[in-house]
């Protein structure tokens, strides 16, 4: 079974941002990003 996800576009930018919606540092949707490649990309 093929696994299908919508990506909200704000996980996006806050990813390359490297940052929370408050502008902090945070890699937490760079790592999201990363584990979805690991996972559907292989």
Known sequence: ???QFIL???II???Q???D????YDATCVHL???IIEI???
């Open 40 to 42: 559907c990309h292989t």
């Open 8 to 10: 909200d576009e704000n």
């Open 17 to 19: 941002r490297k940052a």
């Open 13 to 15: 930018i806050l990813a």
């Open 21 to 24: 919606p408050q502008g902090n």
């Open 1 to 3: 079974m093929t696994q």
């Open 33 to 35: 990003i990363d584990r």
